[in-house]
């Protein structure tokens, strides 16, 4: 059970802050986030065995998250590929164009997608037909079940997250790596064959000149450190 946690323009100096524990199964290599492309720029951890990513962000600020959705469809095209895809646009409202064509050529088994930027945000489930909405701002909660409500996550989790009064993005940030090495939840996960292989933070912060920031724990979170990397944003 993969687990997202987003706030979109919910403190005042990071307009999108995500913070994502990667779940798969433990002979299935990935590496941390790398330069993808160069037009435009696109830093995201990598799936080995089909090229694709989870989770990422582009030099504009767009950023672009997937879960898996368990559904009786088959894909013949890597759900990590169309992330990468997205992550090819400058504006989640191109991703939302280009999501269209991409799911009207290709066959992709269930997903739950995020794709944000710092003025646009929207959700689309998808299981042989898209179900999507635009994002209210504020925290949100994303697994394998669903967004907020219909996720597995605790509804106690997303309302521990609400930033506090003059909260910055370091300090919402903190809490939620909080939640992400948390074993109360089951977010961060052990089992013998799949469990908790990742973590990856996104911060697209406006403080001291636009800058995007991504951390990324290179096992579970509770046994290995973050380590970080910039970007230049254009946004």
Not at 112 to 135: C, I, K, Q, R
Request: aromatic share 6%; charged share 25%.
């Amino acid at each position: 059970m993969c687990s997202l946690l987003l706030a979109w323009q919910a403190v005042d100096d990071a307009p999108i802050i995500l913070a994502a524990n990667r779940d798969e199964s433990y002979d299935r290599p990935a590496t941390g986030p790398r330069l993808l492309t160069a037009d435009p720029r696109v830093l995201a951890p990598v799936d080995q065995t089909a090229g694709g990513t989870w989770v990422g962000v582009n030099e504009h600020g767009l950023v672009v998250a997937i879960a898996n959705r368990d559904s009786n469809i088959d894909g013949e095209r890597s759900r990590g590929q169309l992330v990468r895809d997205l992550l090819g646009t400058d504006t989640a409202d191109e991703a939302r164009t280009f999501l269209a064509s991409l799911l009207g050529e290709h066959r992709y088994a269930g997903f739950h997608l995020l794709v944000v930027d710092p003025s646009d945000a929207f959700y689309v489930t998808w299981d042989g037909s898209v179900d999507g909405h635009e994002l209210s701002t504020g925290v949100h909660v994303l697994d394998n079940q669903g967004l907020d409500e219909a996720a597995d996550i605790p509804r106690t989790i997303r309302g521990d997250l609400e930033p506090g009064p003059g909260e910055t993005a370091d300090g919402w940030l903190e809490r939620a790596i909080a939640q992400l090495r948390s074993h109360e939840h089951d977010i961060c996960r052990h089992g013998d064959d799949f469990g908790t292989v990742s973590s990856t933070t996104i911060a697209i912060r406006t403080d001291n000149g636009p800058r995007i920031d991504i951390g990324h724990a290179s096992g579970p979170p509770c046994e290995h450190p973050f380590k970080y990397t910039s970007l230049d944003s254009h946004t």
